[in-house]
């Protein structure tokens, strides 16, 4: 069964950082590009960052570009972001995700996590 388990949310001050992690079992995670989208309260969840399977292809919304950092440790099976120069408007639910075609639509996922919460504060 494949699960996909974030962890690393919590409350921070605006300008503060955090590292969310996503554990990933029951797939081969070198196959899966890894993502991770964020949905606020009354909006529609959106892309934040992924990182394709090998590692070298990342992309990010230009929401976040420049703050967030995605990678991976294949090893670990475990995808992360980074999330420097934190601003109230970052403040949502993130879910990790993973999927052969994944990009920035959430159709191209096939797998999610449950989501962790990341408030930020001002």
């Known amino acids: 069964q494949v699960q996909l388990v974030e962890s690393g949310g919590g409350l921070v001050q605006a300008g503060g950082s955090l590292r969310l992690s996503c554990a990933a079992s029951g797939l081969t995670f070198t196959r899966y590009t890894m993502g991770w989208f964020r949905q606020a309260p009354g909006k529609e969840r959106e892309f934040a960052a992924a990182?394709?399977?090998?590692?070298?292809?990342?992309r990010y919304a230009d929401s976040v570009k420049g703050r967030f950092t995605i990678s991976r440790d294949n090893a670990k099976n475990t995808v992360y972001l980074q999330m420097n120069s934190l601003k109230p408007e970052d403040t949502a639910v993130y879910y990790c995700?993973?999927?052969?075609?994944?990009?920035?639509?959430?159709?191209?996922?096939?797998?999610w996590g449950q989501g962790t919460q990341v408030t930020v504060s001002s």
């Open positions: 990182i394709s399977w090998s590692g070298p292809n990342t």
């Open positions: 995700a993973a999927g052969y075609s994944g990009g920035v639509y959430r159709v191209e996922y096939d797998y």
